[in-house]
């Protein structure tokens, strides 16, 4: 299916790139939105990659291998907003934090408590990009560090150094939000 959508975007056929849009969008959308933490920003960087799809389909080596090209470019895509703009324009809304947890066909809720999905919403949004970048690719997509290596063209060897380093700075964190809970709950009964 995808090597004949490919074929039929060298024509310049735009019904199969309405294709792909149907088939793929709603994956850009999420790691857009994940990376980037802007539903906004998230939906501009959707319409860019598909444009790029379209115009530089011929660059696609293996057409095949249709979504993990379109996935790379939305990575690449996501750090060029992330230089762009400022992280105070990138705030996540945290009405729409369930988006966040979407998978392909059904909502996954991480849990049903809001305080603990604004926590974790928090810590996330303290991390520097590249380590959101290796967390979200590999705890939300399940994907390993070969198909990491593919999306975001970074070395094997770099994408194990940053997961294992973005775990230590997310259990550091939570850590510090724990202790910084424990120590407002106990002041709360002094007053």
């Not at 959508?5 to 793929?24: M, N, P, S």
């Not at 934090?97 to 809001?114: K, T, Y």
């Not at 198909?147 to 510090?176: D, P």
Request: with cysteine.
């Amino acid at each position: 299916m995808e090597e004949e959508w490919v074929a039929r975007l060298l024509q310049q056929d735009k019904e199969a790139l309405a294709l792909i849009v149907e088939q793929y969008g709603d994956d850009v959308l999420r790691t857009a939105r994940w990376l980037t933490g802007d539903y906004h920003a998230a939906e501009d960087i959707v319409q860019e990659v598909f444009l790029k799809v379209y115009r530089s389909i011929g660059q696609l080596r293996e057409p095949s291998k249709l979504r993990p090209w379109i996935m790379k470019i939305t990575v690449h895509m996501c750090k060029a907003q992330m230089r762009k703009a400022s992280w105070s324009q990138l705030l996540l809304n945290p009405k729409g934090w369930a988006l966040l947890f979407v998978r392909s066909d059904h909502m996954v809720a991480i849990d049903e408590d809001i305080s603990l999905r604004l926590t974790l919403e928090e810590i996330l949004k303290e991390l520097p990009y590249h380590y959101r970048e290796v967390i979200v690719l590999h705890y939300y997509y399940d994907l390993s560090i070969d198909q990491m290596r593919e999306w975001t063209g970074v070395s094997a060897g770099t994408l194990k150094s940053r997961l294992s380093r973005a775990r230590m700075r997310l259990s550091k964190l939570w850590k510090e939000e724990e202790d910084n809970e424990t120590a407002f709950e106990s002041t709360k009964g002094m007053g």
